[in-house]
């Protein structure tokens, strides 16, 4: 690292370990100052650093470079590094200090995957915020978050894994370069595909996204707002760097915008209508990199932007209520708006801004994505950029109806439940509100993103009449459709099935199977290397965990008695069972990558 730049990533990770010796005014001082100084680090890099590579370091022959600054780094910096502040303001009441650590601790690897100039470096970072968001949903302390948290877990193990054997093969073909930037050279290569796929996995793409609706409901109420903020956005940030003009990205997009409003609009669970709507607004994003022009990639920049902030505020209302009155479906929701009005009208900003009203942030970079599907530079006939801009258009009609008017209506007005509940704790409103303004400031401000965006100039002006007049019409009718079928969508008891079914339902069975074969040959070669590279570390592993988590996490959280007694019952179990099958089939597919890495050399 040279002195004249200091990584913000880094001050978030060491500081996050400075926390649990600190207590009362002075820790929640520290955990508004850390985020603080990692926003005032990125500012300090767009307005007095010239675009250049930093933080440079040699490494076993290789340049790993820490710190590129260019404009597209930075503009997801100045968002991640806000939305780290935000958060913490958010969970300034919570006392326990692992959801801290572990909320800092992956808030700042996204700042490091932002600012990665080569493989390796984005790989370290890749890897770490999946192990530290995990923890955002394991320390919910309940047997469905901790199954939920190891389903992630094993499908970002896996991503990672992908990625890992990508950047090898990458490596092996380009002389031994790490260097990250567009793969476009190696288009189509075996290399160019796994590592593709790996970004589509924390992209939420499907069928590898189903990861997304069931880990960020069952996370703690401040962890979801951080897990709606980081891990699909850095996946966003590395797709615009490293494959923007794939056209198989098109359609994808367009099929995830689809997709996650289809879940969205039939979902009960209020916090995974959210999460089906993150991969919904995904969709946009991952479109406008595919189409690739200068418009649609500043596009996809913008709306990552600005999705950041309103899908936190949705998410931080959602929270709000069920911490204070106990309830995420839907259907057990209602009435609301009499004892939460501040609450309810924070949200509401929230939903007309992902519903790209006028004056609000995603009415300007929504419709950059939609309006590049006619851009003259994206090569593809007019029957395609049609079709591509239909399927955007019903999703947009889709996300109102789901997001901006059935979400906030059965949870603040529909039937009266009859729920005591009150305003939540006044850092939530305030986090809240923050969220809310800029949600605000960059509909009416939008010249202040535009500003930043990667390709300059931006040629573009939302606020046409044509543009006003259309959105207005589409809201308008959406809104009526909604008032005539509101009986038809009223939320229904139930969770939808989704492609997590099959590792949820196929993966204890499919063991079985597999390790009766192998331990038949304890004394032959397959059956030692069973027993001694995979079933006995994973195990030794999975005890580990559990031993730390019981010992150290929730014995300092929560306090030994009650926490360690459901640890050695019901859960200790589920937690250590997981762990071992899970476990297994990652090792199964370390040695499947291995084998596929070697063939392909």
Known sequence: MTLEWV????????????????????????????????????????????????????????????GRVDALSLVFSYVFSAMSLVGMIYALHVDDDAQHVAALTYAGGALGV?????????????????????????????????????????????????LLAGIVLYANAHGGSLTFDNLGDSQHSLAWTLILVAFLVNAAAPPLGA????????????????????????AIYVLIRGFPGTEVLVWLGAGMALYGMVYAVLENDARRVLAYDIISQLGYMICGIGIGTQMALNGATAHAFAHIFYKALLFMSAGAVLQVTGRRKLSEMGGL?????????LCLVGALSISAVPLFSGFVSKSMVVSATGDLDWQASLAHR?????????AASGTFLHTGLRLPYFMFFGEDAGLPA????RNMLVAMGVAATACVLIGVAYPLLYWNLPHQPVDYHPYTAAHITSSLGLLAFTGLGFCLLRKQLKPQPGMCVDTDWVYRRLADPCLRVLRGPLTRFEFG???????????????????????????????TAMGAGRWTQMVSGKLSTLVSGNAQHYGLIMAAGVLTLIVLAMFAR
Not at 422 to 425: G, H, I, S
Request: proline fraction near 5%; glycine fraction near 8%; charge should be positive.
């Open 7 to 66: 990584h913000p990533g880094l001050l978030l990770i060491l500081g996050a370990w400075v926390l649990p010796f600190l207590k009362g005014g002075s820790k929640r001082a520290a955990m508004l100052l850390l985020p603080a100084a990692a926003v005032v680090v990125c500012v300090y890099s767009g307005t007095v650093l010239s675009p250049d590579n930093y933080g440079k370091i040699s490494f076993l022959g290789q340049q790993l470079v820490f």
């Open 114 to 162: 932002t600012f990665a100039g080569d493989f390796l470096s984005l790989y370290v970072f890749w890897e770490l915020m999946a192990i530290s968001s995990v923890f955002l949903v394991w320390l919910r302390r309940d047997a469905t978050a901790v199954a939920a948290g190891f389903r992630y877990l094993l499908v970002h193990v896996f991503g990672g894994l992908v």
């Open 211 to 234: 990861w997304l609706p069931d880990a960020y409901p069952n996370a703690t109420v401040s962890g979801a707002v951080f897990l709606s903020a980081f891990t699909t956005k850095s």
């Open 337 to 345: 708006y009499k004892t939460m009005p501040i609450t309810m009208g």
């Open 386 to 394: 049609n079709i591509v801009f239909l399927l955007l258009t019903v």
């Open 422 to 425: 009150r305003e939540p704790a």
């Open 525 to 555: 070669f397959v059956g030692q290397i069973y027993e001694y590279v995979i079933r006995g570390p994973v195990l030794g592993v999975a005890r580990w965990l559990c031993r730390f988590d019981s010992r150290v996490v929730d014995n």
